[in-house]
């Protein structure tokens, strides 16, 4: 019988398992995939569900299903995709579009490019009976003649904007190398910190782009408008929700809570700068900005001058650098970069563009 692990609301494992047909507590969740792959046309690609099925009859889906007990969301949705399709697919070929709470079950959706005749789509017996490659148009009408299983095309119609932006960009395509053989660690879940100015969320930006990575600001988390601080339970409350997902990158300090996001991540990239670097840096974002939202900042956060702030990144390295490295080398199978100037960051960028999420570390625990 097929088991699954539990979460909680904020996708924290419970340490409980149920079975398939056994029914969920409320505040009870497991985590469920899907996948859509898209070929070079354009076209989605569609199965029929089996008309033995207790849910949804003889309609069309994409490829999914839910976690095995120990199972990683990625591995789960390759085994879905190959079960249900014949198709294979490395693990670092799938892009997530979004990850989703629905009623009992977390939801990850994963697209990936690949042309396949439908004539070699090997269906799955008793759960598919047909295939059939369809245009984002024709998609839409199946779903409004009810021909799609509801659930699917409703998070479709939620999804239709990332998927024709992941659609718009055609170097996506090969995003990332194959490992070559080489035992590389794949970064899925990266941190990113250092001093205020340093160019965190600059980086964390560009990484999202050429890694497929969501990007986290823990700014945006913290401050409601009118530079207006969270309560610490409620930023932690957001920030844990979003680091129990399958992949992210995270920016941002918080030293309160920066050790728990170290346990947590496979990659730390750590911006080891100069206190005046980043205080010229941080006075240039006040000349240039002043009055006006960092692209990583709420609205109703508008970049101002603050000598409290310019005195804590000049204290910084006094108070924040050698727990940083401290902790980093206590850490055991954790990838660790530390980037000391632009050139170096320049460089990491244009490696990153070539390795994809097999980028390298370069500090010694």
Not at 58 to 81: I, Q
Not at 91 to 102: A, P, R, T, Y
Not at 331 to 345: A, M, Y
Request: overall charge positive; charged content about 35%; proline content about 5%.
């Amino acid at each position: 019988m097929e088991v699954w692990d539990l979460f909680d609301e904020n996708r924290r494992p419970l340490g409980k398992q149920a079975g398939r047909r056994e029914p969920i507590v409320k505040g009870e969740f497991h985590i469920v995939v899907v996948v859509c792959v898209i070929n070079e046309q354009n076209e989605i690609l569609l199965t029929l569900r089996s008309p033995d099925k207790e849910k949804y009859p003889g309609t069309w889906e994409n490829t999914g299903g839910a976690l095995e007990a120990g199972e990683e969301s990625r591995t789960a949705a390759v085994r879905e995709l190959f079960e249900e399709t014949g198709i294979r697919v490395r693990e670092n070929e799938l892009h997530l579009l979004d990850s989703q709470m629905e009623e009992s079950a977390f939801i990850d959706v994963y697209v990936v490019r690949k042309s396949v005749p439908v004539e070699k789509i090997r269906l799955q017996e008793g759960e598919t009976v047909d295939a059939r490659w369809v245009s984002l148009d024709e998609f839409c009408r199946l779903g409004e003649e009810e021909k799609i299983a509801p659930p699917i095309y409703r998070r479709f119609c939620r999804l239709k904007g990332k998927l024709d932006v992941f659609i718009r960009e055609e170097s996506r395509k090969e995003r990332y190398p194959a490992c070559r053989g080489e035992k590389r660690q794949e970064s899925k879940k990266m941190i990113i910190i250092g001093c205020s100015g340093s160019g965190k969320s600059t980086l964390a930006k560009k990484l999202g782009r050429i890694m497929d990575l969501p990007v986290v600001y823990l700014d945006a988390l913290s401050w409601d408008a009118g530079w207006k601080r969270k309560p610490f339970a409620e930023f932690d409350r957001l920030t844990e929700a979003e680091i129990r997902k399958p992949e992210w990158i995270v920016d941002g300090n918080f030293p309160r809570t920066v050790e728990h996001r170290m346990d947590v991540c496979d990659t730390i990239v750590y911006l080891d700068f100069p206190r005046w670097f980043c205080i010229l840096s941080v006075l240039k974002r006040v000349l240039t900005g002043y009055g006006k939202p960092r692209p990583s900042m709420n609205e109703g956060c508008p970049e101002k001058f603050d000598p409290g702030f310019l005195k804590r990144i000049w204290n910084f390295d006094q108070r924040s650098k050698a727990h940083y490295y401290g902790y980093m080398k206590k850490l055991s199978g954790t990838k660790l970069i530390v980037l000391k100037t632009r050139k170096e960051v320049n460089r990491f960028v244009k490696q990153a563009e070539k390795e994809g999420r097999f980028i390298p570390g370069n500090y010694p625990k």
